[in-house]
């Protein structure tokens, strides 16, 4: 089973920056996508970014586009997300989630979740 562990939130003034990370527990196989979410309180979880570790290509939701950055340590096998010029607005639980292949005989890959960390933005 895979863990993934998020670090980095906390609390932060307006126009600030955080930069967050994930890591797994375990050695893995193949990992095919990693993403950040974030949830709001009384909002849906909404897909913030993803990098595709082969082929290096990111994405951004709009409303962080410009401002966040995804990025993959292939030597740590971690994920980080530099956010900058932070707003109230970005203030929600974020959370990792990779897509796997944890061992080479395992017939589909798998999605795994982080815990989330929070980050607050605030005056």
């Known amino acids: 089973q895979v863990q993934l562990v998020e670090s980095g939130g906390g609390l932060v003034q307006p126009g600030g920056s955080l930069r967050l990370s994930c890591a797994a527990s375990?050695?893995?196989?193949?990992?095919?996508?990693m993403a950040w979410y974030r949830q709001a309180p009384g909002k849906e979880r909404e897909w913030v970014a993803t990098?595709?570790?082969?082929?290096?290509?990111?994405t951004y939701a709009d409303s962080v586009k410009g401002r966040f950055t995804v990025s993959r340590d292939t030597a740590k096998n971690t994920v980080s997300l530099q956010m900058n010029s932070l707003k109230p607005e970005d203030t929600a639980v974020y959370y990792c989630?990779?897509?796997?292949?944890?061992?080479?005989?395992?017939?589909?890959?798998?999605?795994?979740w982080g815990q989330g960390t929070q980050v607050t933005v605030s005056s």
């Open positions: 990098i595709t570790p082969n082929s290096g290509t990111t």
């Open positions: 375990a050695r893995i196989f193949s990992i095919y996508a």
């Open positions: 989630n990779w897509v796997v292949r944890q061992y080479a005989t395992d017939s589909h890959p798998r999605n795994y």
